[in-house]
């Protein structure tokens, strides 16, 4: 028998693969098994108890001999003792004995009498148990039965000559009349008893021959019965469990992606269904396999694709987290889309308007106002002013405490910079006004106000700072002019430069010329009209190109 590479056989033993080509159910051959196990084991049993019967009959017959036996013997001594009392009718000393014991020492003819009746009823016994018609004694027990009545004459002449008184009558007949009919029937009795015997001994011999013939035939039995059960149990197990190895096998190799290796067994039965069950299931899932694995190298490809985008878009969204930080959203948002950050953050000189805004009246205000009340005035401000940048597309350069610093033009260029920038310091001087009624109340002689100063020029742009922390800002004439004006407009005063001026078309009054600080020449400068809180700016910021 050759082995596969699993260590199992490549084939079924010849008898397994005779079982597993039998065209039955599973259950239909273990049925066949089990009811072939009980019909050897019944055959066996039945045979045992055949063999039993058949000694019982042997030993029933043997006590039947035994029982022959018995009465043949007692009929034989019966008539001995008749014998024995009628030869006792002659001795010399009974004779003598006679006038003084009426009769012969136990052996008088009364004795005879007695004895020939108990003969009479041991020959109707034994007629009874063993002289019916068929039986193997019939035939002997009716010739001393016969042989009996023959000598019952004689018995009733003997007695009567007893009763007469003719005691040497009574002896000479019974010794003429009986004797030899009596020797003749001891004869018969002892020969049929050597007989019984005899047969009881052959009976005994055959018995003994019998038992050892039973015992090793049950023994063959036994032997054989085990055999067969045994090559009918090895038979079964091994059509059912050679088929359940190489599907184990097979199905092993699936469990690590062997899909290509097949089962081919002989059954005819659920194991061959199951094994052609298995080939197919391993064909469809090495079908599926191939098209998952094609399906997976897509997915990496797209996997990689995702990846990378996901990556880029990251990085544009920190891009606009980073440009927020100094644009308005929409402006953010551009930016990232269509150009390079880098470009746009880049150091350069540009000609830009710059917007500073600081609140009036705020350092006496915080000096008799509770921190809360600072905080919240602050806040307000700030919240107001933020989204009016962002709506007019203002760069928030940064917050100064209680002001601000924004930028038009830059990072990005802005054909209307300055006129943004004043549509902004309009808005801010009637928004602030109103955000800061609630904290002037209690507090009329430090009243909240909002000075503004603007200015168009060139300044210098770029991101300042270090590493982890950086800002866009601008220095350079336009800024620092910006904040000189707002350091000198009063409460909801916006003071603008001319180079501002010549560039809005807005109602403006000339102010100054003023001495600023770090100028060096006086500085001429206009102020725009002042709005009342009831008056609508009349232009708030067109939408950002």
Known sequence: MTHDRNGGPDRPPLVALSVAKVALSVRAKLLVAFLGITGLLVCLVLFGLYALHQA??????????????????DTHTTISN?????????????????????????????????VSAALERNLALGFRSFGQPGMPDAQAIANLRSDLQDILPAITELRRLNREGNLLAAAQHGIDHMFEPLQAMQREAYTVAQNVEQEVRE???????????????????????????????????????WPIERIHAVLSKLSRGGFDNRITVPNRDELGELANHVNQTSEKLGALYGQVEVQKAQLADLNAALETRVANQIEEIERTNRLKRFLPAQVAAMIVGATDEADVLRTRKAEITVLFADLRGFTAFAAVANADQVVAALNSFHGTCGPLVEACGGTLERFLGDGLMVLFGAPVPLDDAAQRAVDLAQKMQVDVRKAMVPYRAGIAQ???????????????????????????????????????????AKDGQVLVSNATARQVRIDMTPAGPFDLKGIGTRVSAFELARLVESRAAPHVCAPYP
């Open 446 to 488: 430090h009243g909240l106000g909002l000075g503004i100063g603007i200015a168009t020029g060139a300044a210098t742009l770029g991101r300042i700072g270090f590493e982890g922390r950086l800002d866009y800002s601008a220095i350079g004439p336009a800024p620092n002019l910006a904040a000189r004006l707002c350091e000198i």
């Open 82 to 114: 008749l014998n024995t009392h009628l030869l006792s009718l002659f001795v010399p000393q009974n004779l003598k004995d006679f006038p003084r014991q009426n009769g012969f020492l136990g052996a008088s003819t009364r004795s005879i009498l007695h």
């Open 56 to 73: 019982n009959l042997r030993s029933e017959t043997m006590m039947r001999d035994q029982e022959r036996i018995a009465f043949f013997n």
């Open 203 to 241: 009976l005994a011999r055959t018995t003994e021959q019998a038992y050892l013939t039973s015992r090793l035939s049950i023994t063959a039995a036994a032997i054989a019965a085990i055999g067969i059960a045994l090559l009918l149990g090895y038979s079964i197990s091994s059509s059912l469990l």
